[in-house]
């Protein structure tokens, strides 16, 4: 065989390695850019949970006479910015999430104040219907920290690939980016204060 001959299926082979090892990159960044989505949608399907369950939530505290007007404004508000917060799956990166995550955060802290006021009326805390809405909802926060664990886990596990050699270098190329995480609330790394006098 002639030199030249060699050099050409050298280079042919590698060219076709690359190839090969392009498809396959391609192909394992779509599957768990879908993880992605597929996480997203579960962590939206949560806080759906928990925004349908406001409406009952209120309308039983409503029927308290003298319940605070401005904490069930203050919830209804919450909920209706928060909801009007769409992700696109596509596009998860850590702006958007932010956002997100602070209309979400306002609805957690607005639903707070709901239950420390709630505590004040004897007769709502005696209503059966109150106290069911209560527990599903202490039930679906937990579902939301769950979830939102799993969907860091699925970013985490797609970040990490897509930053990996030889992926890396067609990440760019089909337009693979990095997605964003959810983090902590502020001041969450501070512990409460406890004071028994």
């Known amino acids: 065989m002639k030199r030249s001959n060699i050099i050409l299926l050298v280079i042919g082979a590698a060219l076709l390695l690359l ?35 406001i409406p009952n939530l209120v309308n039983t505290v409503k029927g308290v006479a003298n319940f605070e007007q401005k904490t069930l404004t203050d919830v209804i508000s919450a909920r209706a910015s928060a909801t009007q917060m769409k992700v696109d799956a596509s596009k998860l990166n850590p702006e958007q999430l932010q956002k997100f995550q602070a209309s979400q955060g306002e609805l957690s802290q607005a639903l707070g104040r709901l239950m420390v006021v709630a505590e004040q009326y004897p007769q ?9 809405l209560q527990s599903q909802l202490e039930g679906t926060e937990n579902r939301i920290a769950v979830e939102r664990g799993r969907f860091n886990d699925i970013v985490k596990d797609y970040n990490s ?20 995480y959810f983090e902590a609330e502020k001041g969450a790394e501070k512990a409460p204060e406890v004071s028994f006098e």
């Open 124 to 132: 709502l805390k005696a209503t059966q219907n109150f106290l069911e």
């Open 19 to 53: 190839v090969f090892n392009g498809c396959g990159s391609y192909n394992s960044m779509v599957t768990k850019q879908e993880a992605t989505s597929s996480g997203w949608a579960q962590v939206e399907n949560v806080y759906q949970r928990r925004s349908d369950l």
């Open 161 to 180: 690939y897509i930053r990996k050699f030889p992926q890396v270098l067609f990440a760019g190329m089909f337009g693979f980016d990095k997605k964003g």
